[in-house]
């Protein structure tokens, strides 16, 4: 069983829509958690840290469920920019983070 | 900001041939990372580096070495290509999650080097 699962889509949504993305890992020791973004050919950037309590930024929240072993990103009112590849990553008491494959997001007009 | 540079974005070798890739961050981190990513295996670790001269093996290091000479400047090394090592090369830094509590992990990613080996 692969460490940390991502549905790789791709998510195809219009634009405004709201789309969520859940990520699963089997490590019940991890203790950070984070989604990362990466455009097509480019490299991957930190779009937000999780926290316990669930965290907001702007039109993105993301959420840890330690009890399930997940965590989830939400986006509303997609925009045409949003679609990329979304990154989960988890990171147990060492330094190593482990990725997910990521999930793909297509925002069209 | 946080700067990751690789040396090389694009590379062409033959099999056999000895390639170097050049990693150097600027922001004194400790941990310096090396992936592969691939279409449909995602990024996978090849090796990482906690200190100077101080490596570890990652997921996937065979037909791959590493250097770690100076802080910011972690190498890898393919001792003879071949061509399942076709892949885009990635790079990362970061401080250890153990220094204070406002420090994350984050990573930093530099640009990538995409490596075709013929």
């Known amino acids: 069983r692969k460490e940390v699962e991502q549905d790789p889509g791709p998510f195809n949504v219009p634009e405004g829509a709201t789309v969520a993305f859940n990520c699963t890992y089997s490590n019940s020791a991890s203790q950070s958690f984070f989604w990362y973004r990466q455009d097509c050919r480019k490299e991957p950037k930190l779009l937000m840290s999780?926290?316990?309590s669930g965290n907001e930024d702007g039109r993105f929240t993301a959420q840890l469920n330690r009890a399930s072993q997940y965590i989830s990103l939400l986006i509303r009112d997609s925009k045409l920019s949003d679609s990329a590849t979304y990154l989960c990553v988890v990171k147990g008491g060492s330094y190593i983070p482990t990725f997910g494959r990521g999930t793909s997001l297509i925002v069209h007009p | 900001d946080v700067k990751v540079t690789q040396s090389s974005r694009y590379l062409v070798k033959r099999t056999g041939e000895k390639v170097f890739l050049e990693c150097v961050q600027d922001m004194d981190h400790e941990n310096m990372f090396w992936y592969r990513q691939d279409p449909g295996l995602g990024l996978r670790l090849i090796y990482f580096?906690?200190?100077?001269?101080?490596?570890e093996k990652g997921d996937i290091p065979e037909g791959y070495s590493v250097s770690r000479e100076k802080k910011e400047r972690f190498s890898l090394i393919l001792e003879s290509a071949s061509t399942n090592q076709t892949s885009m090369y990635l790079c990362a830094s970061s401080f250890p999650s153990t220094s204070g509590p406002s420090n994350t992990g984050e990573l930093f990613f530099g640009e990538g080097s995409r490596l075709t080996v013929l």
């Open positions: 580096s906690y200190d100077v001269k101080m490596k």
């Open positions: 999780v926290y316990s």
